[in-house]
């Protein structure tokens, strides 16, 4: 069974630096396209980055390019999502999400495996 759990998310101050991790099992990780989304309230979940299984490739939204940086570690079957210079904007609840053999996409319908988000709080 397709476990994704994440953790790392906090409150932080406008400016601040956290990173997110997203630790999988009962898949063979290295054969997964692995995404970050984000959730705001009120609002529609949105693709944040993604990094493809068979070369690294990375995307990223607009709103976070250059102030984010995700990255994969097959060792250790985990992703990680590091943001810098956080906005208030950027409060979320961000989810972690996997996509076998799957490239690259924005939309989150693409992806079928999903963790249970972990809360990003940035005040101003």
């Known amino acids: 069974q397709v476990q994704l759990v994440e953790s790392g998310g906090g409150l932080v101050q406008a400016g601040g630096s956290l990173r997110l991790s997203c630790a999988a099992s009962?898949?063979?990780?290295?054969?997964?396209?692995m995404g970050w989304f984000r959730q705001a309230p009120g609002k529609e979940r949105e693709f944040v980055s993604a990094?493809?299984?068979?070369?690294?490739?990375?995307v990223y939204s607009d709103s976070v390019k250059g102030r984010f940086a995700i990255s994969r570690d097959n060792t250790k079957n985990t992703m990680y999502l590091q943001m810098n210079s956080l906005k208030p904007e950027d409060t979320a609840v961000y989810y972690c999400?996997?996509?076998?053999?799957?490239?690259?996409?924005?939309?989150?319908?693409?992806?079928?495996?999903w963790g249970q988000g972990t809360q990003v709080t940035v005040s101003s």
């Open positions: 999400a996997g996509r076998r053999f799957g490239d690259i996409e924005r939309a989150a319908e693409k992806f079928g495996s």
């Open positions: 009962g898949l063979t990780f290295r054969s997964y396209t």
């Open positions: 990094i493809r299984w068979t070369d690294d490739k990375i």
